[in-house]
């Protein structure tokens, strides 16, 4: 099986992790015993017959691996530690009880003093679509089945911009239609969640970092910037929207 190492001397701070390493090498000693046991080649692998080459036993087996070599996952809502606890990272400030004080702290996030109009930058993204006037709204973390259902019965509050894990799509599409916007700490604009807040004609903002936003303060997320295309993320030219807080809860 893979071993869990990456030459860093030979691809420098750009190298994949050692767990990525991992996971690639494994599925490819796969692919090359099974093409290798069955006479095929590469073109049929990928066109035809890779569900039948690698099958959910061998994910299952790879995942394994994995967790047996000390890798936990990072969580991406808060469902996903209790389901699993031992294969994920502990999961803090995630509770209905802590989100008054929970906010996204990401490294990348672009952060700057209030500008002419108030506006404190917190934060950055890739705009979905692109609108006539920004979007602004009461920023409020979605991390739980729980809330959701809450929203399915009482509906969501007016003017809500949701913050939201990568896994949000999922989570959140029964009440997606309701929210002012959306922020998501994951994805791209061609993601699931990203077609869907474009066809609702909600505004959207994916593969956001931000910091210092937490429940009930007012934001304003950039979705008069242009929208990231395909040819943007392939050549990896730097498209990003901004997001501001204008105001403390």
């Known amino acids: 099986m893979a071993q869990l190492y990456v030459d860093r001397d030979k691809y420098g701070d750009q190298a994949l992790s050692a767990t990525v390493e991992a996971f690639h090498s494994a599925i490819k000693d796969i692919v090359r015993q099974r093409l290798a ?26 995942e394994t691996m994995l967790l047996d070599a000390g890798h936990r996952f990072d969580w991406s809502a808060a469902i996903s530690p209790r389901e699993r606890p031992a294969a994920y990272k502990p999961a803090q400030g995630v509770s209905e009880d802590d989100i008054a004080t929970f906010s996204f702290e990401h490294p990348e996030a672009k952060t700057a003093e209030p500008d002419a109009q108030g506006r404190e930058l917190r934060g950055i993204g890739d705009n979905v679509a692109q609108y006539p006037e920004n979007c602004i709204g009461i920023a409020r973390y979605i991390r739980s089945p729980a809330l959701v259902l809450k929203y399915l019965e009482e509906g969501v509050p007016p003017d809500t911009i949701a913050i939201i894990d990568d896994s949000g799509g999922t989570l959140t599409a029964p009440i997606l239609e309701q929210f002012k916007g959306v922020i998501c700490a ?52 730097e498209m990003t929207a901004n997001v501001w807080r204008l105001k403390r809860a």
């Open 37 to 62: 046991a069955s006479g095929g080649d590469w073109g049929a692998f990928v066109f035809d017959r890779s569900y039948d080459l690698i099958t959910a036993d061998d994910m299952r087996a790879v």
């Open 186 to 237: 994951g994805g791209s604009t061609r993601s699931h969640l990203g077609i869907l807040t474009r066809e609702y004609g909600v505004p959207c903002l994916m593969n956001a970092r931000i910091s210092g936003i937490r429940q009930g303060d007012t934001v304003e997320i950039e979705v008069t910037a242009k929208a990231k295309t395909a040819e943007a993320y392939q050549q990896g030219i």
